[in-house]
């Protein structure tokens, strides 16, 4: 089992999947951003990790267009040195369009997670030489207004598939990183490892979100995670 196999299963599994609305379009950057996302694994997914941080989905101007987790343009291009071809989902919202590499959008919570990795470590090989960085669902929804939507928002009779095999995926991510740490990116991402990972011997917490709609993100998110994470015993 590889991370490649683990990701084709869960396309799989996730492809004949139905939401609801108001969800109109859903976006999965595993199947038509995998080449960058391929890049990511191949240069940074080595094992055994400290830490894996554990993110939510993809937001629509990151990982939706980088194929990376917190992928935001700038800091998957010029901090981990990742670029190649993205298609286009098979049905594109016109207010979420996906123009890959060439998106001028900024993610807000990928510019200041990858930020923080990059001025506390300095260059990405020593930032992944602990810590991994990861996706629980691979999915984007969008409503047909244009908002996102987040899988905890969903109706419960399309969330249960959907995290069952995201739960799948997670553990099997995790048996073959064996880190010592799993951290849940805000509180969904940490409940859902609580749940996925209770019989491994893995110790869990949670960092505050980098959202800006996150009111303490906003009040100096990076000596704030500095703080939960030494709390923890991670440290810096």
């Known amino acids: 089992m590889d991370l490649d196999t683990i990701i084709d299963d869960l396309l799989d599994d996730l492809r004949p999947l139905r939401f609801s609305p108001p969800i109109s379009h859903v976006y999965n950057p595993l199947e038509y951003a995998r080449a960058p996302y391929v890049q990511y ?53 016109p207010k979420r369009p996906v123009a890959g590499f060439a998106c001028s959008r900024s993610e807000v919570s990928g510019k200041r997670l990858w930020g923080w990795a990059r001025n506390t470590f300095g260059t990405p090989e020593r930032f992944f030489s602990r810590f991994f960085v990861a996706n629980y ?15 905890d928002n969903l109706p419960v009779a399309d969330q249960r598939p959907l995290l069952a095999a995201c739960d799948r995926a997670l553990r099997r991510t995790i ?43 906003n009040r100096g998110w990076d000596s704030l995670i500095v703080k939960e994470l030494v709390a923890m015993g991670i440290q810096l």
Not at 75 to 90: S, Y
């Open 41 to 93: 694994l191949s240069r940074y997914a080595s094992r055994p990790k400290e830490v894996v941080l554990l993110g939510m989905n993809p937001g629509p101007w990151g990982m939706a267009q980088t194929g990376v987790p917190f992928g935001e343009v700038s800091a998957v291009k010029e901090w981990l040195h990742i670029e190649a071809p993205v298609n286009a989902p098979p049905e594109m919202h």
């Open 137 to 151: 669902c691979p999915l984007l929804f969008i409503e047909a207004s244009g908002r996102n939507r987040t899988p």
């Open 175 to 217: 048996q073959w990183v064996q880190p010592r740490f799993v951290v849940g990116i805000g509180r969904f991402a940490a409940e859902r490892a609580h749940r996925a990972l209770s019989d491994f011997d893995v110790i869990m917490g949670t960092i505050t979100h980098p959202s800006p709609a996150n009111p303490k993100a």
